[in-house]
């Protein structure tokens, strides 16, 4: 059985030319994931959220199985207690930021009320607060951005994902969103960034290169 508080991927995962042997132990708080675009570094956090599977091999988080597909064992993404800020951010165009922001917690059993409550505060952690009336349509990218961010931070998952957070958001607001992400309330936090310097902030870091994967605890 996989230790208590590590998220564990021994397995691999083919698509196209991309072929990946996974043999990681993801510690609780913050991992980065580094390496070049096509690597294979959101197909890692698309397995983790449960939108990709395992063609071999298991993933356990917090010792519990997820995906093993040997055993026909595969938890969907909408029983995993994770969350994912796409790159792309996905926001659904007719509703507001806040109804965007409060849709993973209306999904998760809360009433109206109460997850717009806790869209609302995730908002103001992300700096977006100004925003929460407006459609998708009406916003930057930038504040796209925080959105997506706040959606997947609002609901409290014990995963979050974040694949290039920070792309889209201007230098200016870059630190808050920094040090939301490395005081995470949950348990694992793992970051694709192409920024050595945002990377530094992980005490665990994942690098991906032509297949080569490699994991370094950090100082």
């Known amino acids: 059985m996989a230790d208590a508080m590590t998220i564990t991927i021994d397995g691999r995962i083919r698509r196209g030319d991309l072929d990946l042997r996974l043999d990681l132990q993801l510690p609780a708080g913050l991992t980065a994931i580094v390496g070049p675009n096509g690597a294979g570094k959101t197909t890692i956090l698309r397995l983790l959220a449960g939108l990709e599977a395992l063609d071999e091999g298991t993933l356990t988080v917090d010792g519990r199985t997820i995906d093993a597909p040997a055993d026909g064992k595969f938890i969907p993404a909408e029983e995993r207690m994770m969350a994912m800020a796409f790159q792309n951010h996905r926001l659904m165009p ?92 949950s348990s694992y936090t793992v970051w694709v960034t192409h920024d050595p310097h945002d990377a530094e902030l992980a005490a665990s870091l994942v690098s991906v290169s032509d297949g080569d994967i490699r994991q370094t605890e950090q100082p």
């Open 94 to 185: 007719h509703l507001s930021a806040l109804d965007n922001v409060a849709y993973p917690c209306r999904r998760r059993g809360q009433d109206r009320p109460t997850a717009r409550h806790h869209a609302a505060a995730a908002l103001q952690s992300v700096g977006a607060d100004a925003v929460g009336a407006l459609r998708p349509g009406a916003l930057s990218g930038g504040q796209s951005q925080r959105v997506a961010i706040a959606r997947a931070i609002a609901a409290k998952p014990t995963v979050l994902l974040l694949d290039e957070p920070l792309a889209s958001v201007d230098p200016d607001g870059r630190p808050l969103l920094r040090e939301l992400f490395t005081s995470s309330s």
